[in-house]
RNA sequence: GCCGACGUAGCUCAAUGGUAGAGCAAUUGAUUUGUAAUCAAUAGGUUGGGGGUUCAAGUCCUCUCGUCGGCUCCA
């Protein structure tokens, strides 16, 4: 047996993780789970031969899962108790937390959860011994049949001819359950209900829709009490919250999921779509624009009218049917085609910052995360075969140096054919490993998302996390051979005749809602000073400083500088204290010392106090800090 | 769309089925202020909307709209 600190130890056959565990134990309490070869095993199996062992604690993903897993089995045992009736879903651990899927005879409310949290916490006094059962595929049947858990019933029949089916057992709860747990529900220190919500089982709509209660456990109760605080500061991020406070935009009944931008959401707005052209416009990209409100037969020969007529909107002209745009790229088709192409003009990248409308389900709005109008940094690149994967490589390079300029963590996903698609699969499989084969080449980490392409082709998504971990799909690449086809586009060939160009579609900015969501929640509102709605404020003292103050205000507005002032009757403390809270990064405090130098003091949101210095300094300062979009 | 919760002044929140209230913001006045809230006065509401129960509804029932947390879906 080697050990995870390198030692080798012999032990006699039949010894179980447990004795070890114990021995181990004995030595650190927090250990919570034992790894034979990298893997988690249940204690009461007895130890292989020659394997690596290791006892991990809370700290490690492993040790999390376990923990947690057992905190929610102790969740079903307490429902169980105090709902004979109810049929048991599934309950993993997630990240942060756990949760358990439930059918009750009659649904329960939220108020419920503390009744329930009350029995978990009898269950984890009582020390309840948790111990593994393995069976026969017939016993499991067999067994669950006499419980009346349909939904178990159903998962140990779509369980593989291999699986060894095992089960966790802690007073006269069992649970269908590969494992492992912790050795007793005592072991379990701190936990918390956090939420009731309707999950359908198996995550499909067409099936019925369980009840989810939502948990999250920790070691001790600092740990969780230090994770709930982290939330309620994390809540204080939400751009819907920060949107409302900095006047950056509303949302209203009269437009539910139809944002509306106030001036300081609209300027950040139009910063970020003039570094954006700047971007494009170094990448070799062109701009155009297009209707937002197109003839049926463009969508039925895109393939829209098929494939995406539940979401879109539809409106009558002079008798015909019109749709309201949900993607721009029958536009861009249009615009491609109106002339003649050679080889030669390949690739040809037309951008568009288009404004597109979906009706997505009521349930899914979420402040300027998903809307039902919004606008995206579209753009669609119609290019040789040959030149597909350096144009996919040139895009994620994009990308890559526009969220680098946000200080940006992003994750990347590849989507592959979903269930109602176009085309044939020799064409997605050939589209979906060239993708592959790029992210391979740039050594970027990825995770496979199967089934999540568009209806048109495969697909490289760039997600973002919100302030609660939530992630978000920004960036994407999509890969098209249909449009060009439905489109009937050609270019004309080296050898003279016409041939069928490639389509890539892609947005970096994803859309622009989205995207200054994200951002008020990465900066909590206190944005860079090229992206902040009011880049200097100017404070005087008394009334005897306006004259001069308005002077510094008039020349720092001559520059170019987003700037207001303060000429209120209040005191400076008051001043200052509102500009903190609207996050104005530098506060020029004036009064009669100021008038008589001819400086200003400068105050930063966050640096405090800076003492005086002359106006041309502070200017060069701030013009710096917007040129180079320091963060 | 589905499940659960919520909706009171611009914002944050009170109000056993019995006269709708506070703080901040706003307005007016006083105060001339030096790095995160000066004092006082005034005004502000068909309690999201419709219907019902009741002598009486912010409160109970019902329909509806919106919001929040999830599921599904997605930029």
Redesign the pocket.
Known sequence: MKLDNGKEAVYPEGTTCMDLFKEKTAENKELLAVLIDGKECDLNLPLPANSTVAFVGFDTPQGAEVYRHTASHILAHAVKRLYPDVKLGIGPAIENGFYYDFEFEE?????DLSEIEKEMKKIIKERQPIRRREMSRESALQLFEERAEPYKLELIRDLPADTVISCYEQDDFIDLCAGPHLPNTRMVKAFKLT??????WR???RNP?L??I?GTAFPSKERLEQYLNMLEEAKKR?H??LG??LELFS?H?EG??FPFFHNNGAVIWQELTDYWRVEHRRADYEEIKTPLILNRSLWEQSGHWDHYRD?MYFSKIDEQDFAIKPMNCPGAMLVYRSKMHSYRDLPRRIAEMGIVH?H????????L????S?T?DDAHIFMLPGQVESEVAAIIDLMDRIYRVFGFQYRVELSTR?GKAMGTAEMWDKATNLLESVLEDKEIDYRLNEG?G?FYGP?I??HLEDC?G???????I?LDFQMPEKFDLTYIGEDGGKHRPVVIHR?IY??M??LIALLIEHYGGAFPVWLAPTQVTVIP?????HEYARQVYDHLKGEGLRVTIDQ???????K??EA??KKVPY?L???????ESGQV???H?DQ??L??EDLSNLIGRVKKEVDEKII
């Open positions: 649904p329960i409310s939220s108020d939420g009731l919500a309707g999950a359908y995550g499909d709509e829709m009840q989810r939502y939400d819907r919250k409302r406070e949302l009944e539910p999921g979401n979906r997505e389900l009521s349930g899914t709005l979420h402040g995360m998903r809307v039902r919004f995206q979903p999540d568009a697909k998504d760039f609660l939530r992630s978000w799909q920004c960036g994407t999509q947005v994803g859309s809602e989205r003292v008394t009334d005897r400083s209120r009757n209040e005191k400076v403390g008051y200052i204290r903190q809270v506060m405090i004036v009064g009669d010392r100021e008038v003091a400068v105050r949101r405090g106090d003492g005086a």
